[in-house]
C-alpha cells in the first residue's frame, strides 16, 4: 500500500522552502536525503501528505 505521496518543506511563515521528496513511498521504513545547504539554521515544517489526502506536519529544527 503506498503511504506517502509528497514531503514539502516550510519555514515559519507556511511558505513552501524546499521539497524534500515528490513521489510515491510504499509502507513501512523510509530514509530520505535532503540537502538543506541552501537554507538558513532555524525551525521549519516537514508536511507529509497521503495519496488519500490526509497530512501530517512535524517540526525540524536546522542547526549549521
Not at 523510509?30 to 490526509?54: E, H, R
Amino acid at each position: 500500500r503506498d503511504l506517502v505521496r509528497s514531503r514539502g518543506l516550510g519555514d515559519v511563515y507556511k511558505r513552501q522552502v524546499d521539497v524534500v521528496f515528490d513521489g510515491t513511498l510504499s509502507a513501512g521504513m523510509t530514509s530520505v536525503t535532503w540537502n538543506a545547504s541552501s537554507l538558513p539554521s532555524g525551525a521549519y515544517f516537514l508536511k507529509l501528505s497521503t495519496p488519500d489526502g490526509s497530512a501530517s506536519v512535524q517540526k525540524v529544527m536546522l542547526m549549521k
